[in-house]
């Protein structure tokens, strides 16, 4: 849909990015010409700081947050990087056409901290950590998992921005398993499960869109059914009209045997 702004900037530089009143961040659009954006009089487009979209960093990967989704997927990874498929299950579980993929950005989805972000549920899976260029100048980094902490809800400041994610060696070393569910045949992510287990044995299991925010349990080896329970017992899961919690809670018990069954065998 059209948006009723004043002015549209292309941002060139950091300094560009100090937003002015009424002034919105701008990446591939997908969400923010979606609906009517009450208060927003200005954009600031982030696509034109030509910031790489994927680039090797250290034994790790930097992905951009102008990265767009499509260009994730067709990354081609380093052999070593076992967990790799993992980007293709969170990828598959966005509900959203190839077109949609091609503008739709890394960090727009976690940004725009839906429970059903998959980009937020792979950069979780991954202990992936957001760089974030504060608006004095500074950056500060903080773990995808705790960045998002409600519906729509982040840690961001105002006139904060998400610059990259650090996805760490170890975690693309691991071996992995995702699985994702829906109310309906191509229905948004009601419960979207990933586990993770590092060459030295240890297992995480990060559990998104059937909670309101990623929520994420480490174990030292295999756990045992007690364990998992206990892992899920307590959390609050997310309500909304893609899945009733109590539903939610029994498809991601399922959900959560299946990837460590898959990750431990
Ligand atoms: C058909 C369709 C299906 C969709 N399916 C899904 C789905 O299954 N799951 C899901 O989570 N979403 C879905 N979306 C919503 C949206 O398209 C995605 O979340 C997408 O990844 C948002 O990225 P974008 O680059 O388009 O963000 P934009 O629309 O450009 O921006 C979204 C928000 O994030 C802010 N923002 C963007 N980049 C940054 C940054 N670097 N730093 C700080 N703030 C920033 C913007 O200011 C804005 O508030 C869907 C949308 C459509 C149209």
Redesign the pocket.
């Known amino acids: 849909m059209d948006l009723d702004v004043a002015s549209l900037r292309r941002a060139r530089t950091r300094a560009d990015l100090r937003l002015a009143p009424g002034e ?11 609906e009517p954006q009450p208060g927003v009089t200005g954009l600031v487009d ?1 696509t034109a700081l030509g910031w790489v979209p994927v680039e090797r960093a250290g034994d790790g990967l930097r992905v951009a ?2 990265c ?2 499509e260009q994730l997927a067709a990354y081609v990874p380093d052999p070593a990087w076992t967990g790799w498929p993992l980007v293709a299950g969170c990828v598959d ?5 190839f077109k ?1 993929q091609a ?7 976690v ?2 901290a ?1 429970p ?5 549920a792979l950069l979780a899976a991954l202990d992936a950590v957001a760089v974030v260029w504060a608006a004095d100048g500074t950056d500060r980094r903080e773990p995808v998992a705790d960045l998002v902490v409600g519906p729509g809800r982040t840690t ?1 400041a105002p006139g ?4 990259a994610f650090d996805v760490p060696g170890h975690a693309l070393r691991a071996r992995t398993a995702v699985r994702q569910i829906s109310l309906t045949a191509v229905g ?2 009601a419960s979207l499960v990933a586990a993770r287990r590092d060459e030295d044995g240890t297992l995480t299991l990060t559990v998104t869109a059937a909670t309101p925010r990623p929520v994420q349990r480490r174990f030292t080896g295999p756990p045992t059914s007690s364990q998992v329970t206990d892992a899920l017992a307590g959390l609050e899961w997310f309500d909304d009209l893609h899945g009733a919690p109590d539903w939610r809670r029994a498809v991601t018990t399922l959900l959560v045997d299946e990837v460590l069954a898959e990750v431990t065998a």
Do not use: K
């Open positions: 919105q961040l701008l990446a591939g659009g997908t969400w923010l010409f979606s982030l947050a102008t767009t989704v579980a966005l509900l959203m056409s949609v503008q739709a950005t890394v960090g727009g989805n940004a725009l839906l059903a972000g998959a980009m937020t961001l904060e921005v998400v610059r948004r992510s």
